[in-house]
């Protein structure tokens, strides 16, 4: 019964499912490279695996599994997927390194100055690794979901 009424919102459930997923590894993950907690990374972006390829990357498997890869809403799907990867790779990595580079600079010049201190957020993009562990989970989902919801 709960299965027909949301029949209508699998491609929606595939992409969420694969974004919660990400964010929710995030925490594990971290803690097995560092041995710290670090609770923060469930609300955060940026970090391993990137939860906006995996949603992208699961909502477009998902059109293509349940609509068709034929149809124009997966082509235009496609197209979102990809500007959404090239960029978490891409520009939003190269805006964390820029913010890095600015935090130290601002900490070499201003130290015990009054100026403001205010540290820029460096981790707002995603390394290749990061990204091409958020695609295969993102295409995880929607197959695994398919085979058991076909």
Known sequence: MILQVLAP???????????????????????LVTHRWKWGLWFSSGGMPSSHSSLVVSTTLAVGLYEGFHTAAFAVSLAVT??????????????????????VLISELFSGSPISEERL??????????????VLLGLAVPLMMWLVWP
Request: charged share 15%; with cysteine; glycine share 8%.
């Open 82 to 103: 990809l500007i959404v990867v090239y960029d978490a790779a891409g520009v939003r990595r190269q805006a964390g390194i820029h913010a890095q580079k600015l935090n």
């Open 121 to 134: 957020k460096e981790v707002i993009g995603h390394t290749p690794r990061q990204v091409v562990v958020g």
């Open 9 to 31: 919102y699998r491609i929606l459930i595939c992409g969420l499912l694969a974004m919660w997923l990400a964010q929710l590894l995030k925490v594990p993950i971290y803690y």
